[in-house]
């Protein structure tokens, strides 16, 4: 008998992880945890470790993996594509494609009234990189607007729209860096308005800029606007799944269009019916010029990324052959699945049950909010939810009690429901301190309420470890 080869032998998770630290960069996210656990399986809302603890996720691998874990339609999708077409150059046509790019447009289409098409990339910072191509070849112009509490990817170009100055700050010079606006986060309004009667405020602050030359925007002689585009979340994902109040976003389109500035609205995180709408946006009665799609295209598997914009914006007269390219953009595998999405989404009624889903976990989640005040904040739009963590003040945000429950959900050993059992949970926010909620769209109410009792145990835990 052969002698079995390091390499062969089954490592246990200690050894892995002794691995890991050696051979791992640790420059993605990883370690923002304090437990460090491997997981082996995943299954509708569950992901389950070596010991076959299972963990109900509940931020479903931020909203990529909107539709539930290995997904029997989306994975029969992948498997008949594997079978038959699953490798081809991005430069050759295959149907999945085509077909993919038709249900994208013609949607957009009826929605909005508008002709446009879509152009594949990889990644959702990629795709971003193509708005950003795409803007500036129309507008001529590279300024652009983001928001502050925005995140649009880690390239290059996504990190100089995000307003974090932590992710520029070891990488040079930003010269392109967005001119960074505040966006309506009402529960810490800056100006200390009450959202009912402040009749967008923020909003008028952000117009009175365009009144002279002097403040830095627009030469108001010519009505020309420095800035090409605002790219906008629909509802501020990494920022802590902030949701605008109505109005909003009809308003700024109403500043944006006196200037000519394109409103590029980033729906790669609360796109795909996360929020009960195929686009968040269309919650907010606007026309986005451009809208860049993402994680939940393809449930996470084989990712693609794409853009939808505007005829006019990138019509092959003004977009030609070759104006952007990546090798595996629309790779046939990713296609297959993203038009496996896109039917099951028509055949599906996430309109109805995504809000119905959403309001009875935020209802419970109120329930907690009475029994904590630590429990700050809690608001959602379908199955987009926050809850902002906040000292018993229910103000001053909480970071080392939002950490301490993150952790305690990871460790895997919360017992309600009467097993041992894990909570994955996902923390954003201006702060550190916001559960951004994105469980499957498939979650059961039992397993909503699991989800609650799960959040409340590690909470109570939370506030010991933290006393
Ligand atoms: C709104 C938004 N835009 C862009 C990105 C970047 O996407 P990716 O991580 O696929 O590059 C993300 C990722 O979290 C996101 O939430």
Not at 120 to 137: C, M, P
Not at 282 to 308: C, Q, R
Not at 412 to 419: F, N, P, V
Request: charged share 25%.
């Amino acid at each position: 008998m052969g002698k079995t080869k390091k390499s062969d032998r089954k490592l246990s998770d200690p050894e892995l992880l002794e691995l890991e630290a050696r051979h791992c960069s640790w420059g993605d996210t990883v370690h923002y945890a304090k437990e460090l656990n491997i997981f082996t399986r995943c299954e509708g809302s569950y992901l389950y470790d070596d010991k076959g603890t299972p963990f109900l996720d509940l931020q479903m691998w931020y909203s990529a993996a909107t539709f539930g874990y290995n997904h029997p339609r989306l994975k029969a999708a992948l498997v008949k594509q594997i079978e038959t077409l699953p490798q081809l150059a991005c430069q050759y046509l295959h149907k999945e494609k085509i077909l993919l790019s038709t249900r994208i447009a013609q949607d957009a289409q009826k929605k909005f009234g508008a002709q446009g098409r879509v152009h594949f990339n990889v990644g959702g910072a990629s795709a971003i990189e193509d708005a950003i191509k795409v803007v500036r070849n129309h507008t001529k112009k590279n300024p652009v607007f983001a928001f502050m509490g925005s995140y649009h990817g880690r390239t290059l170009g996504a990190t100089a729209i995000t307003s974090s100055y932590r992710y520029r700050e070891k990488f040079g010079h930003f010269g392109d860096r967005a001119n960074f606006v505040p966006y309506p986060y009402c529960f810490r309004c800056p100006l200390k308005k009450d959202k009912e009667t402040c009749n967008f405020e923020c909003l008028r602050q952000f117009e009175r800029l365009f009144e002279s030359e002097y403040y830095s925007l627009v030469n108001t002689k010519t009505r020309q606007c420095e800035f090409g585009a605002f790219f906008v979340e629909p509802v501020q994902a990494t920022g802590g799944y902030i949701i605008p109040p109505k109005g909003y976003f009809k308003e700024l389109k109403k500043i944006l269009d006196r200037y000519k500035i394109l409103l590029v609205d980033d729906e790669i995180q609360m796109g795909f019916c996360r929020t009960g709408k195929l686009w968040a946006i269309e919650h907010f009665d606007v026309t986005p010029d451009i809208m860049v799609l993402g994680k939940a295209l393809t449930n996470g598997l084989n990712p693609i990324s794409a853009i939808w914009a505007k005829e006019e914006l990138i019509s092959p007269e003004v977009f030609p052959p070759g104006s952007t390219h990546a090798t595996f953009s629309s790779n046939p595998l990713g296609t297959a699945v993203g038009l496996e999405v896109m039917t099951m989404i028509e055949e599906s009624d996430f309109e109805k049950t995504v809000p119905q889903k959403g309001r009875y976990f935020v209802s419970a989640l109120k329930a907690l909010q009475k029994k904590y005040p630590q429990v700050g904040e809690v608001d959602g739009l379908g199955l987009a939810i926050r809850i902002e963590m906040c000292q018993k003040d229910g103000f001053t945000p909480n970071r080392e009690l939002t950490d301490a429950i993150m952790n305690i959900g990871l460790s895997g050993q919360l017992t309600s429901g009467g097993k041992k059992r894990g909570l994955v949970l996902d923390v954003g926010g201006y702060y550190k301190n916001v559960f951004t909620l994105a469980p499957s769209l498939d979650i059961t109410e039992k397993e909503i309420d699991l989800g609650v009792a799960l959040f409340e145990e590690a909470l109570a835990k939370g506030l010991v470890a933290t006393a």
